[in-house]
Nanobody
Framework: QVQLVESGGGLVQAGGSLRLSCAAS????????MAWFRQAPGKEREFVLA????????YYGESVKGRFTVSRANAEGTVYLQMNSLKPEDTAVYYC?????????????????????WGQGTQVTVSS
């Protein structure tokens, strides 16, 4: 099992940027696809984006395309989420998750139940 810890959340004004980190311990992340999800109060957990094991392939949710980017540093056991042009509707708790596969398939990547390990989340609040 992998322990995942997110960090970097906070309060930012609309139009601003934040960079979230997801650090792993207990097991290497280098063989697994990773994803970020978010959950706003009263809403279901929403897929944000995913990255394959090498970082060579990414998949973005429609609501964040062109604003968010994902990257990973396997040697450091860390995955990053760079969020630019933030909007109030981006306010949520952001979670990183580990897949049990090195890549992702369009039919599965959006489903939270296909991910094996989750972090505790980090709060992102965007003020208008």
């Amino acid at each position: 099992q992998v322990q995942l810890v997110e960090s970097g959340g906070g309060l930012v004004q609309a139009g601003g940027s934040l960079r979230l980190s997801c650090a792993a311990s207990g097991r290497s992340l280098s063989s697994y696809a990773m994803a970020w999800f978010r959950q706003a109060p009263g809403k279901e957990r929403e897929f944000v984006l995913a990255i394959n094991w090498s970082g060579g392939s990414t998949y973005y949710g429609e609501s964040v395309k062109g604003r968010f980017t994902v990257s990973r540093a396997n040697a450091e056991g860390t995955v990053y989420l760079q969020m630019n042009s933030l909007k109030p509707e981006d306010t949520a708790v952001y979670y990183c998750a580990r897949s049990e596969r090195p890549g992702f398939e369009a039919s599965r990547v959006l489903r939270a139940d296909t991910y094996r390990d989750w972090g505790q989340g980090t709060q992102v609040t965007v003020s208008s």
